[in-house]
């Protein structure tokens, strides 16, 4: 169904999609490989290495839960050091240009925003969010690492490679001597990343949002998502039956791609500041 052709080529097409605006972004964790954090699925392939947790483990297994937050609290420094790259500032200029009436991401790192996008519907939520499970109150993640780092000012773990949601391999034995801490406005309440947890469901207002969102744009853009879970594949399926077109760029395949009328296999950091260099070579003076 989809037109497939090199970069050069599918990046010139994208521009002429993108040239009319009205384009809603669904991200994926594609677009911050270059920014030092891995796919889950993508060339990186962190699935292959690591088990994501599970809400359910999170919420039911203490000694889970620990070990969660020991290496999540090693992780966290990678993240918060994450810097934007080049795909994040280039939806970021499509956005300031007035051609985008939506983005969405799968993403937890907060990189849309420090690249320079605004009104972000985190699909997913955000790391840098704590929620407690008991009251609901939100703190941000840099208090909680704070106190997490007083209260074991021995665990000097460093990590080797982070995981997407921010967690890292750790040994066991490591792990286990790791104190946790609990929310203090309801007293010891269990802590949580305000992020949607594999076994989660996303909130509904949230999904009817985007939806919405999806309905009504002439053009929904999909950058860095292999499209395997239906969290974010749902949005092409409903772009795809009300007849809105659909673009692909990411490395390799997706779920999505027989869906698409436009897909380029290739890094965002290439095509996505090629594709506004080209858009505004058609319009002078627009920047």
Same mark, same amino acid.
């Given at each position: ?26 991200? $994926? ?16 392939? &962190? ?15 203490? &000694? ?22 080049? $795909?994040?500032?280039?939806?970021? &200029? ?7 009436? $939506? ?10 925003? =420090? ?43 460093? &990590? ?12 066991? =034995?490591? =792990? ?76 390799? =395949? ?34």
């Amino acid at each position: 169904m989809g037109q497939h052709g090199g970069v050069v080529d599918g990046t010139s097409v994208l521009a002429d999609m993108l040239a009319t605006g009205d384009v809603v972004v669904l991200s $994926g964790a594609g677009i911050s490989t270059e920014s030092g954090i891995p796919d889950y699925r993508g060339p990186s392939g &962190a699935l292959v290495r690591h088990t994501p947790m599970t809400y359910q483990t999170f919420t039911g297994d203490v &000694a889970a839960r620990r070990r969660y937050w020991a290496r999540s609290h090693i992780g966290w420094r990678t993240i918060a050091g994450a810097a934007p790259n080049d $795909g994040h500032r280039a939806v970021a &200029a499509l956005q300031r240009r007035g051609l985008l009436s $939506g983005l969405i991401t799968q993403n937890v790192d907060g990189l849309h925003q =420090a690249g320079g996008a605004g009104d972000v519907i985190e699909l997913h939520g955000s790391l840098d969010r704590v929620v407690c499970l008991g009251c609901g109150d939100l703190t941000s993640r840099e208090e909680l690492h704070e106190r997490l780092a007083l209260a074991n000012p021995r665990f000097g773990a460093e &990590a080797r490679e982070v995981n997407p949601d921010g967690d890292v391999d750790l040994p066991d =034995a490591e =792990a286990e001597r790791f104190r946790t801490v609990g929310c203090r406005a309801c007293d010891g309440g269990v802590l949580k990343p305000d992020v949607v947890f594999f076994g989660e469901t996303v909130p509904p207002g949230r999904v009817s949002r985007c939806y919405a969102l999806v309905e009504r744009a002439g053009l929904l853009l999909v950058l860095g998502s292999s499209l395997t879970v239906m969290s974010g594949r749902r949005f092409v399926l409903r772009a795809a039956k009300l007849g809105i077109p659909v673009a692909i760029v990411n490395q390799g =395949a997706t779920r999505g791609d027989d869906y698409a009328t436009l897909t380029v296999d290739a890094r965002l950091g290439d095509v996505l500041p090629e594709t506004v260099r080209l858009l505004d070579a058609r319009v002078p003076g627009r920047s």
